[in-house]
Nanobody, 120 residues
C-alpha cells in the first residue's frame, strides 16, 4: 500500500491550500485516513481524520477552518485548509489504516509528507 500526498506550498496568512492523498496498491478494506502535521522541532500532531463511516475528527486548532473530504472511487482524501495561519506551517503527512487482504490485519501506512509554509 502506498500513499501519495501532494498540494503543499507557500501561502500568505489568510489564504487557502488543498492537499490530496491517494492510496494505491492492494487494498481490501480502507478503514480510516487522515492527516498529521509535524513542525520543526515538534512532535507529530493529528490534524484531521476521516473514518469509513464518514466520522470526522479535527484538532481544536483547525476546527472551522479545515475540512477533510474524500473521493471513494479513487481512495483519495483531501485536506481543504482555509484561513491559514503561520502556526499551521509544517510537513503534512497522510496516513491510512488499511486491510490489504481479506486474511490480513489492519495496518497503519504513512505517506512521505508535503510541506506547507504560511507566511505572516
Amino acid at each position: 500500500v502506498q500513499l501519495q500526498a501532494s498540494g503543499g506550498g507557500l501561502v500568505q496568512a489568510g489564504g487557502s491550500l488543498r492537499l490530496s492523498c491517494a492510496a494505491s496498491g492492494h487494498i481490501f478494506n480502507l478503514k480510516n485516513m487522515g492527516w498529521y502535521r509535524q513542525a520543526p522541532g515538534k512532535q507529530r500532531d493529528l490534524v484531521a481524520t476521516l473514518s469509513s463511516d464518514d466520522t470526522t475528527n479535527y484538532a481544536d486548532s483547525v476546527k472551522g477552518r479545515f475540512a477533510i473530504p474524500r473521493d471513494n472511487a479513487d481512495n483519495t482524501i483531501y485536506l481543504q485548509m482555509n484561513s491559514l495561519k503561520p502556526e499551521d506551517t509544517g510537513v503534512y503527512i497522510c496516513c491510512a489504516v488499511v486491510q490489504a487482504y481479506i486474511v490480513s490485519d489492519y495496518n497503519n501506512y504513512w505517506g512521505q509528507g508535503t510541506q506547507v509554509t504560511v507566511s505572516s
